[in-house]
């Protein structure tokens, strides 16, 4: 166990940047674990909780060709318990898991070998019977028990394509119970119920990906966006690859990944920094880093001719439009971050005004910068329903009108006030929840040159001028860089 | 299989572990230091001191009670005004009148300001101001930069007392509303929320929804008397909290919203409901690879006693049926069990899932198996130590954020809730026993009066609708 005393250094030098009233650097301490574990606490004592966030420099985007999904995959299986959390006899059970696997192996070696099938239900039998045996001596979802009667509050995780993030909200005077659980996690996890879980990710697919229009409609505007960069891949994996995940692929993954020197750990809250390191190290010190493996991410062609995608879907129509745009540190994300505004903020943005209120073509129209992710290039996306008798290529037509005016005309300085203002109003939202500012600080840390560059992104988008919004609009919102996807009723529904 | 849940075993299966670590050279586990840490359930923490933070309550010269909290952290200020305008004193034949008036209260223009004129005003303020009809209530909800604190409260307050209600806007906010019931099938688990609670409080106005007729029934009269009969600060509350110096803002607000005249009428009271919905199969089709699935009966309203225990009862109700359904069986990704607030009308304690089509009726026999279960089988002390502590620990997140508790004080207030009514409630829940868990479960879980709605595709189904009752197809009305 480390005992080596760890300085915490006040973020003091960085309260002269351009955030005056945030508070924030005061408040702020960093330090680093000797693996690696980069740690970020920000006291604010107003309230006797801590908002803990665990975030990953791994995603979807770090998944192997064919095990699409597997990080989806193993953050759930992150929640099944260790050896000790978990199991009624951890010596029996690794036995019986050991059983699993091999009961899978012939299994799915009969499936794919083509054996008759009274040969393959005779195996998927015994691969059932070994399941059940494991789950005799298993503890389900214990963690989730453990941690509930702490008074946890959103103890959860989520996985995206550019990191993984764990988080939970504590009650102060239990901070202990989750650092030791999470350490746990990450020094002994054990995957059972693993193919329990698969058909759990199986019905998540199909609730996410199948059976709402939105969803459905963005796999195919990604994956026609995204020929080459995995981006374009479905984030939670293909029905088939999930079929065929097995649990030593996902160990494998997690193992390869899930290391401190990979994280950044954000504690936001009633903290007693000494006590919270102390803990830190006594836990989570234990862990030992592994360097990331070289990977190779496939660079996105330029696109040299506008996608279209039309989608036939027993829903009423709605219409995805993205075009290419930059990845950070390029200042022209912030320049588009302000046409997004510009066009689609509040009631009296350019197009909302236009589509929602005075022409009434549109039920919404909404829009985001990189989308899916943003690590790596990615796509400026609006998204719109129409007003039934109106179509989706009403409001197409009226989206590129909308942007010729910004690559023909200069943007007013009062307009760009409104935007400067709602920089500074979203800002602090943001900062306002203990859990808004542990997620920006983490992915600060881990993605843009250390959290404290998260104050200086009022100021960026203040910078932005009339000039710089009309080059960025002529230069990447052109037709030949845009995916169009229209998700529209088949003559059925039409017909209603 | 069923799996205990203190610690006991663990510590058992640990001594084993050690003991035979030379017999078992594969068992690596044994080897990590996290052997020797303590199991979550037997760790001891200081007890959690704190000193619950009370708003200020101050009455404005028009009536309207307002809670005031400040938090001079971040340059923001917010708020909230709750009045009680909700759907659920829709006309029925205007079904929709709560939501549009409250829509158009912010989108039709304001004092002498036309809609356009307030829209580019607040976003050049970059002032959020919305105003939503909910079913007990409405909110007109504020947050922005406290340099702005004074121009957005003068923009609110002609919200609030003076909306132009313009004919053009409401056009704008109809068209609106009609294209999102249009929309309203396009996601499955909205319809079977909707058919549920339409089914459970059948015959009751909180069972009513929008339709294409209803709302087209509305005109711009309407929708004056109802903000005329319902928008008026002594049938309403307020929370406001952020950078502010509370005096100040008192002067502020009476300056700004005192304009908003009183009329000092009682506000009109809520039917009741005392009816049992009958236990009835209803089932819609839609050509979907899941259904969708919830079933439930009305239970307590939230000023019985016994409400909190049910709460209770529903957490560990959930947590079998997401250890039974999802866990172990993998049958469904969405999956649990809640109780609904039983204000003014009783709450409903149901449970749903979404799982595959051909999983539909081997799902609903689990989920009945698990209630039954709960009614006829003790559960364990370990278990029902996690969930009362849970139910304790997790208390303090009431006292979160300045605007949480403002706000919950607001509407505590405009509820008529006890202060000090979730204190007693948790009282009642740190003295139950398994023994007397078991006692509530009979008496409160029901699964023979349960009402159950499936939204999905019969033909794909494993079992026929009927095994579970009598079987209404629900036809789609816009």
């Not at chain 1, 129209?365 to 400026?380: K, N, Q």
């Not at chain 2, 509820?415 to 006890?418: G, H, N, P, S, V």
């Not at chain 2, 009282?427 to 139950?432: A, G, M, S």
């Not at chain 2, 026929?464 to 197809?473: H, M, Q, R, S």
């Given at each position: ?496 | ?52 933070i009370e708003p200020v309550r101050h009455v404005l010269?028009?009536?309207l009670t307002v809670y005031l909290l400040e938090d ?6 917010q708020g909230t005004v709750y ?153 309403a509350t307020m929370a406001v909290s952020g950078?502010?110096?509370t005096?100040?803002m008192i002067?502020?607000l ?148 300045a605007s949480a508790i403002a706000g919950r004080n607001a509407v505590d207030d405009l509820?008529?809730?006890?202060p ?59």
């Open positions: 166990m480390l005992k080596k005393i760890l300085f915490l250094i006040p973020a003091l030098l960085l309260a002269s940047l351009p955030v005056a009233g945030s508070g924030l650097a005061e408040q702020a301490y960093r330090f680093e674990l000797d693996n690696g574990l980069r740690v970020l606490m920000v006291q604010r004592p107003w309230a006797p909780v801590i908002h803990c966030h665990l975030m990953f420099d791994v995603g979807g985007i770090d998944e192997p060709p064919g095990l699409g999904g597997i990080a989806h995959m193993v953050e759930h299986m992150a929640f099944k318990g260790t050896s000790i959390l978990g199991s009624l006899n951890p010596f029996r059970e690794h036995e019986l898991l050991d059983r699993v696997e091999e009961a899978a192996d012939a299994y799915f070696d009969a499936l794919q070998s083509g054996a008759p099938q009274e040969e393959i239900d005779r195996r998927h039998a015994e691969f059932l019977r070994a399941r059940e045996e494991a789950q005799g001596v298993a503890q389900p979802n214990i963690l989730d028990q453990l941690m509930g009667s702490q008074g946890a509050v959103g103890y959860n995780a989520y996985t995206s394509y550019d990191h993984t993030s764990y988080v939970v909200s504590l009650p102060a005077n239990r901070l202990e119970a989750w650092i030791r659980v999470q350490a746990d996690v990450l020094l002994d996890a054990v995957f059972r119920f693993f193919y329990e879980e698969v058909d759990v990710v199986k019905e998540e697919r199909r609730q996410r990906n199948e059976d709402q229009p939105v969803g459905y409609l963005r796999e195919r505007f990604l994956a026609a966006a995204f020929q080459k960069h995995p981006y374009g891949r479905p984030l939670i994996g293909s029905m088939e690859e999930i079929a065929n995940y097995r649990t030593r692929t996902a160990w494998e993954f997690w193992e390869t990944h899930y290391h401190p020197n990979r994280a950044v750990l954000v504690m936001v809250g009633d903290i007693d920094l000494e006590r919270a390191k102390d803990l830190l190290e006594r836990y989570f010190g234990v862990l030992e880093p592994r360097e990331r493996p070289p990977g190779w991410i496939p660079e996105e062609p330029e696109q040299e001719g506008e996608r279209r995608v039309w989608v036939e879907y027993n829903a009423e129509p709605q219409l995805m439009i993205g075009w290419h745009q930059p990845a950070y540190p390029d200042r022209d994300i912030y320049v588009l971050e302000v046409i997004k505004d510009l066009l689609v903020s509040g009631r009296s943005s350019r197009l909302y005004k236009r589509l929602v209120v005075e022409e009434q073509t549109a039920l919404s129209v909404s829009g985001a910068t990189e989308v899916p992710g943003a690590r790596y290039p990615s796509l400026f996306v609006f998204y719109a329903q129409p007003r039934y008798p109106h179509t989706t290529e009403e409001l197409e037509a009226a989206i590129y009108e909308e942007i010729e005016r910004l690559q023909n005309e200069l943007v007013s300085a009062d307009e760009l006030v409104k935007i400067h203002n709602r920089a500074r109003a979203s800002f602090f939202s943001v900062l306002a929840s203990n859990s808004g500012l542990a997620q920006n600080m983490a992915y600060y840390e881990l993605f843009r040159g250390g959290w404290e560059n998260l104050l200086a992104y009022p100021g960026l988008i203040q910078s932005v001028t009339a000039e710089e919004i009309r080059e960025a609009a002529r230069k990447y919102l052109r037709p030949e860089r845009r995916t169009v996807a229209i998700l529209a009723p088949g003559p059925e529904k039409a017909a209603e | 299989m069923q799996m205990s849940k203190t610690g006991a075993p663990m510590r058992l299966a640990v001594m084993l572990a050690v003991l035979f670590l030379a017999a078992c050279p594969g068992s690596a586990f044994t080897e990590k230091p996290s052997i020797e840490w303590p199991y979550p359930d037997e760790m001891e923490f200081p007890p959690l001191e704190f000193t619950s010269s028009n009536g001079r952290d971040l340059p923001l200020l009045i009680k305008a909700g759907s659920i004193y829709d006309p029925p034949e205007q079904k929709g009148l709560a939501g549009l008036t409250a829509r158009l209260t912010r989108a039709g223009g304001a004092g002498a300001r036309t809609a356009a004129e307030v829209d580019e005003r607040l976003d050049y303020l970059a002032a959020l101001v919305t105003v939503n009809g909910y079913v007990l209530y409405a909110t007109a909800e504020f947050s922005c930069l406290s340099e702005y604190a004074a121009e957005t409260l003068d923009l609110v307050a002609d919200i609030l007392a003076a909306p132009v209600f313009a004919e053009d806007l409401l056009a704008t906010e109809r068209n609106r509303m009609l294209e999102t019931i249009r929309r309203q099938y396009d996601d499955p688990v909205q319809v079977a929320v909707r058919e549920f609670n339409r089914r459970v409080y059948e015959g009751h106005p909180v069972s009513l929804y929008p339709t294409i007729a209803s709302v087209n029934a509305i005109t711009r009269a309407d929708v004056l008397a109802f903000h005329a009969a319902y928008y008026f600060p002594e049938n950078d502010f110096n005096e100040e002067a502020l009476e300056k700004t919203i005192g304009r908003w005249e009183g009329k000092g009428v009682e506000p009109p009271e809520l039917p009741p409901f005392d009816r049992q919905p009958e236990p009835k199969v209803y089932y819609v089709e839609r050509p979907l690879t899941q259904s969708v699935i919830f079933l439930g009966h009305p239970t307590l309203t939230f000023d019985n006693p016994d409400y909190p225990v049910i709460g209770v009862l529903s957490e560990i109700f959930e947590g079998n049926l997401y250890n039974e359904i999802r866990t172990r069986r993998g049958l469904a990704y969405a999956v649990g069990s809640g109780l609904s607030d039983g204000y003014r009308i009783p709450g409903i304690l149901y449970a749903y899932a979404i799982t595959r089509a051909d999983a539909t009726g081997q799902v609903i026999e689990l989920i009945l198996a698990e209630m039954e279960k709960i009614r006829e089988v003790q559960i364990t002390t370990g278990h029902a130590n996690r969930v009362r502590d849970g139910a304790v620990n997790r208390a303090v997140f009431r006292h979160t954020s509820l008529d809730i006890d000090g009514f979730f204190e007693k409630q948790l009282e009642k829940i740190q003295v139950l026993t398994p023994g007397n868990l078991l006692f509530y479960a009979f008496d409160y879980l029901r699964p023979e009066e349960v009402v159950i709605v499936v939204v999905g595709y019969a033909p794909m189904f494993d079992k026929k609708l009927e095994e579970f009752g009598e079987v209404i197809l629900v036809e789609l009305e816009q």
